[in-house]
Structures are given as structure tokens and as C-alpha cells.
């Protein structure tokens, strides 16, 4: 497969390992490997996710005329025509936008700010000790790390759609609870407050219903205490 993919994206620069890695450690054996210059712009490709054609030379010019280090962009299983991307409207996010709607595929940032953020947490994600909040830890610390941090609520991106049936949003749920509730404490402030009481709930609601084993539930307290990584 590598080769197949060398041969027909050879402007590519691939990079392959020889072993399952967890998430969190494959993207940072790339991100270790990269030479960015200040004006690059770094995106987090998924498997099950697209960029619709021009949205990634939309999203780098958005940056450079708005002087933005770091984008978030909204994702749909229908991402948005190319007419509604020139519409889209950015504004200024908040803490908790951040905090509830990141994932690695919705952030987009400059060479200089990923070199400031630094690597991702490899505690966290799938494959790690907290499955869930690597995304919104990395999300987070590059929205503090930014100049200046724009966000568009217009889907840019295609990727698979969450599962709209209430149980399966609340298995995915229990799956990623400890690391999101990690990330939250991690990053706790005064407007955090509201969003981790709801998220501690609603870990309270999964033990108490037989969904997430109450080691789980600990574990995202006892990692806490420890020092933070990154």
C-alpha cells in the first residue's frame, strides 16, 4: 500500500511505521520529522475524514489575510459547497468552544504556532492510558499558545457523521469519557466550570448505568494529579 501511494501522490512525503502505534504516538513520530517554516500551515488528516477540493488553499489564505495561528473549522458528513465556504463568517472562539468542539481533523495552525504547542499528549487518545482528549488538549494549548485564533461554525471539512441514535452516542460517549474529562480538568478555568460539571455527570451517569467501569471513571482523577506533559 505505501508504495501504490508513493507512486500516485509522488509530491507527497510519506511516512510509514512498522508497528500499530496509539494514535497520539503516530502523529507525533510526524511531528517530530517536520521542518516547519513559520507561514507553513499544518492540518491532521483522518481516515474516515476529507478535504473538499479548495477548502485546505481556503483555509491557508484565511489564515495569512486574517493574521490567524490557528483555525477551527466544523466538519458534516455534507461538507459545505464551495459557494458557502466563501460565505463561511469567522469569529473570535471562546474557551468552551474550544473545549466541547475540537477534534484533530478541525484544527488548523501555522508552523509557528505547532512549534510553540509543541507534541501530543501521548497519554491521551486511542491506543493510550485515557482513551478521548487528545484532541482537545492539543485544541486547547493551541488556542493559548495563538496570536490570534479565528473559528468558523460552516462544515469545511467531510467526515463520517457521529452516530445520531441515542445509544450509540452513549457508547462512544463512555468510550472517550476519561480522556475528555482529563482534558477538561487540565485546562480548567472559571468559564470551564459549567462544561465539567456537565461532563462529571454525565461520567457519573455512565458508572451508575453499568457503561463505564468505575476505574475508568477514576482514572482520568488519578492521571490528573500527576504533572501534566506537555
Given at each position: 500500500m505505501p508504495e501504490a501511494l508513493r507512486a500516485r501522490y509522488p509530491t507527497i512525503a510519506w511516512q510509514t511505521v512498522p508497528r500499530a502505534l496509539p494514535a497520539a504516538t503516530a502523529r507525533n513520530e510526524v511531528l517530530r520529522s517536520l521542518v516547519l517554516a513559520d507561514d507553513d500551515h499544518l492540518f491532521f488528516p483522518d481516515d474516515d475524514a476529507w478535504y473538499p477540493h479548495g477548502s485546505v488553499a481556503h483555509l491557508v489564505e484565511v489564515s495569512r489575510t486574517r493574521a490567524a495561528d490557528v483555525l477551527f473549522v466544523w466538519y458534516d458528513d455534507e461538507p459545505a459547497t464551495s459557494d458557502a465556504r466563501l460565505a463561511a463568517r469567522y469569529e473570535q472562539p471562546s474557551a468552551v468552544d474550544v473545549m466541547r468542539r475540537s477534534g484533530m481533523i478541525t484544527i488548523v495552525l501555522t508552523g509557528r504556532c505547532a512549534k510553540k504547542v509543541g507534541l501530543i499528549d501521548e497519554r491521551l487518545g486511542l491506543g493510550s492510558p485515557l482513551p478521548g482528549g487528545e484532541d482537545a488538549d492539543y485544541a486547547f494549548r493551541a488556542y493559548k499558545a495563538a496570536r490570534r485564533a479565528l473559528m468558523t461554525r460552516t462544515p469545511l471539512f467531510?467526515?463520517?457523521?457521529l452516530t445520531r441514535d441515542r445509544r450509540s452516542r452513549v457508547r462512544e460517549m463512555s468510550r472517550y469519557w476519561p480522556g475528555v474529562m482529563f482534558a477538561t480538568l487540565k485546562h480548567l478555568r472559571p468559564s470551564l466550570v459549567p462544561l465539567a460539571a456537565y461532563r462529571l455527570a454525565a461520567g457519573g451517569y455512565l458508572v451508575?448505568?453499568?457503561r463505564l467501569?468505575?476505574?475508568?471513571?477514576?482514572?482520568?482523577?488519578?492521571?490528573?494529579?500527576?504533572?501534566?506533559e506537555p
Amino acid at each position: 500500500m505505501p508504495e501504490a501511494l508513493r507512486a500516485r501522490y509522488p509530491t507527497i512525503a510519506w511516512q510509514t511505521v512498522p508497528r500499530a502505534l496509539p494514535a497520539a504516538t503516530a502523529r507525533n513520530e510526524v511531528l517530530r520529522s517536520l521542518v516547519l517554516a513559520d507561514d507553513d500551515h499544518l492540518f491532521f488528516p483522518d481516515d474516515d475524514a476529507w478535504y473538499p477540493h479548495g477548502s485546505v488553499a481556503h483555509l491557508v489564505e484565511v489564515s495569512r489575510t486574517r493574521a490567524a495561528d490557528v483555525l477551527f473549522v466544523w466538519y458534516d458528513d455534507e461538507p459545505a459547497t464551495s459557494d458557502a465556504r466563501l460565505a463561511a463568517r469567522y469569529e473570535q472562539p471562546s474557551a468552551v468552544d474550544v473545549m466541547r468542539r475540537s477534534g484533530m481533523i478541525t484544527i488548523v495552525l501555522t508552523g509557528r504556532c505547532a512549534k510553540k504547542v509543541g507534541l501530543i499528549d501521548e497519554r491521551l487518545g486511542l491506543g493510550s492510558p485515557l482513551p478521548g482528549g487528545e484532541d482537545a488538549d492539543y485544541a486547547f494549548r493551541a488556542y493559548k499558545a495563538a496570536r490570534r485564533a479565528l473559528m468558523t461554525r460552516t462544515p469545511l471539512f467531510g467526515h463520517r457523521s457521529l452516530t445520531r441514535d441515542r445509544r450509540s452516542r452513549v457508547r462512544e460517549m463512555s468510550r472517550y469519557w476519561p480522556g475528555v474529562m482529563f482534558a477538561t480538568l487540565k485546562h480548567l478555568r472559571p468559564s470551564l466550570v459549567p462544561l465539567a460539571a456537565y461532563r462529571l455527570a454525565a461520567g457519573g451517569y455512565l458508572v451508575a448505568t453499568g457503561r463505564l467501569p468505575i476505574r475508568s471513571f477514576v482514572a482520568a482523577f488519578a492521571m490528573k494529579a500527576r504533572r501534566a506533559e506537555p
